[in-house]
Structure formats: structure tokens, C-alpha cells
């Protein structure tokens, strides 16, 4: 059973940064892809922005530009850096990933972001 633990958020001001950290149990190249996702009141939960294996990237265009997807693999933890915070970044971020051998997926507890305007 692959853990997951998100750690990072908090409030902050439009125009502000955080960086978002995911805490893998395993190691995180055994973990394929690995992500972000987020929530927002009343919304779906969407992709913010995913790594696989080969460190290749996929971010959504509302964060194009703003945020990166990083990961330590040595620390076995997955890194969201988020600039030029919105109002609408505001929501419960998840760090999702795959079990490269069982298929299975993982999500952590969450970590909420708050952006005030």
C-alpha cells in the first residue's frame, strides 16, 4: 500500500507563491505517472499537472506558465512550485499517482490552498 502525504498549503495573497510537497511511502520512480490534481468548492476535481517516469510533464492551461511539477527522487517527494497565484487557484490539492507494477492508484488526504484577492 502506497502512501501518499500532501504538505504546503495555506493562505496567500493574489499575485503570491507556494510550493506544494507529496511525501511518497515508496519510492517515487515506482510511482507512474504521479500528480497533481485540485478541487474547488463545487467543481470537479481537475488535473493541475502530472510527471512520469521519464520526467516528462503535462499541465493544465489554466496553470501553464505559473506552476511547476518537480520531484526529488532521492527524498521520494513530488513538488508543486505555484507562482502568480489567482483567486481561482483556490481549491483542496491532491497529489495522485500510479503503481507502476500493480495499476493501482493513490491518493493523498489533500492540502488546502486559499488565495485571497
Known amino acids: 500500500q502506497v502512501q501518499l502525504v500532501e504538505s504546503g498549503g495555506g493562505l496567500v495573497q493574489a499575485g503570491g507563491s507556494l510550493r506544494l510537497s507529496c511525501a511518497a511511502s515508496?519510492?517515487?520512480?515506482?510511482?507512474?505517472?504521479i500528480g497533481w490534481y485540485r478541487q474547488a468548492p463545487g467543481k470537479e476535481r481537475e488535473l493541475v499537472a502530472t510527471m512520469s517516469a521519464d520526467a516528462s510533464t503535462t499541465y493544465a492551461d489554466s496553470v501553464q506558465g505559473r506552476f511547476t511539477i518537480s520531484r526529488d527522487n532521492a527524498k521520494s517527494i513530488l513538488y508543486l512550485h505555484m507562482n502568480s497565484l489567482k483567486a481561482e487557484d483556490t481549491a483542496l490539492y491532491y497529489c495522485r499517482g500510479v503503481g507502476r507494477r500493480s495499476g493501482a492508484t493513490y491518493w493523498g488526504q489533500g492540502t488546502q490552498v486559499t488565495v485571497s484577492s
Open positions: 515508496t519510492s517515487i520512480v515506482s510511482i507512474n505517472p
